[in-house]
């Protein structure tokens, strides 16, 4: 081993210093010239309308496969997707974990089969698919931008591919910050950033893989649903709910948020059934309720107090995710969201229950 330096080694040193230097000094300068610039980036909001609809409609029409990376909090992890629309805009979509246990999701338009291999079991339920990325609006409305101005922000490359970028600010502290960055020819969604206090990005899902336009291969989504019929079947079923009706009001002074469903569903851990039980795990009934603003969202979720099913009211949360759990009367009032503590605590706490009177 060379206890010394050679002159060259030092002069190496020195010029890897200078570079260091000098491409901190650029960094500095280009930093400083984009502070000084006009900061009024706002689109209009025909502009702005143009290009959400542009991405939502990429993420449903377009032929693409690829690889997502999603991180949420410092919890990180990669699927496989293949996406393809036919020419009647029909949607086949198959989502394959690359970590973790083997999971497969096969998608046909709203039909989404969850394939538990080591169980040999499939669970099938009906789900829409356009709050999810790459697609984006969780509503048919345009009122997005009555919440969030939304900024044009200088280009970059995601994954090989040129995208526009864009940043959409809320006008309240009800919701976060959003980022996106949009494929500059087919709208694409290539990186979508929940943006917390400070700038920190609190959730990220990106292609790190991509090809749009690809050759449809529809059939091998097809061959794979068909080839899982022979599995233990669960089919989750949603029943219509109307929660006034039982005894439940849900009082928020949030602007934005719109209820979008109430349903009467299962929760809990699915498993392969034994036999001659077509029902697997530890699985109950609830009633959710489902509210948006159009880019996020929140459930509450309201469930019988049981033995079975132990709880305690609280707080967590995860990465953009907040949850709330309270106790009134008989029941368990849970809230999840992507939205910040203080929205989830104010629907936790404007959720009120009054038994119904008797039908004689």
Avoid at 231 to 248: F, L, M, R, S
């Amino acid at each position: 081993m060379h206890k010394g330096r050679s002159s060259a080694n030092v002069a190496g040193v020195h010029r890897k210093k200078g570079l260091r230097r000098s491409f901190f000094l650029a960094l500095c300068l280009t930093a400083a010239a984009a502070t000084a610039q006009p900061s009024d980036n706002t689109l209009n909001r025909r502009d702005a309308t143009a290009w959400l609809n542009k991405i939502h409609r990429a993420a449903q029409r377009e032929n693409y496969v690829g690889t997502l990376i999603y991180q949420r909090g410092s919890v990180m992890h990669a699927s496989r997707i293949q996406h393809y629309s036919d020419l009647v805009q029909n949607e086949y979509e198959r989502l394959e974990t690359l970590d973790g246990k083997p999971r497969e999701v096969l998608r046909q338009n709203d039909v989404v089969h969850s394939l538990i291999p080591e169980a040999k079991l499939v669970v099938v339920e009906k789900q829409e698919a356009k709050d999810r990325f790459p697609a984006l609006l969780a509503t048919n409305k345009s009122d997005v931008l009555d919440l969030y101005d939304m900024r044009k922000l200088p280009a970059e490359r995601v994954a090989g591919v040129e995208c526009e970028v864009f940043g959409l600010e809320p006008h309240d502290n009800a919701r976060y910050a959003v980022r996106l960055w949009a494929d500059k020819n087919s709208g694409l969604l290539m990186r979508a950033q929940t943006i917390g206090e400070g700038g920190k990005v609190l959730e990220q899902v990106a292609f790190s893989q991509v090809d749009i336009g690809v050759p449809s291969d529809k059939q091998r989504i097809l061959s794979a649903i068909k080839g899982a019929s022979s599995w233990n079947h669960y089919e989750v079923t949603y029943q219509p709910a109307n929660i006034a009706d039982e005894g439940w009001t849900i009082n928020s002074s949030l602007k934005g948020f719109q209820k979008i469903r109430e349903v009467r569903r299962p929760l809990g851990e699915l498993r392969a059934p034994a036999q001659g039980n077509n029902k697997g795990g530890q699985v109950f009934e609830v009633l959710q309720v489902v509210y948006s603003d159009g880019l996020t969202g929140l459930s509450i979720f309201i469930e019988p107090v049981s033995e079975q099913r132990a709880r305690r009211e609280g707080v967590a949360s995860l990465g953009a995710t907040q949850v709330v759990v309270r106790r009134v009367a008989d029941y368990w009032i849970t809230v999840v969201g992507e939205v910040p503590a203080a929205t989830v605590r104010q629907f936790a706490a404007g959720v009120e229950y009054r038994p119904p009177k008797a039908v004689h």
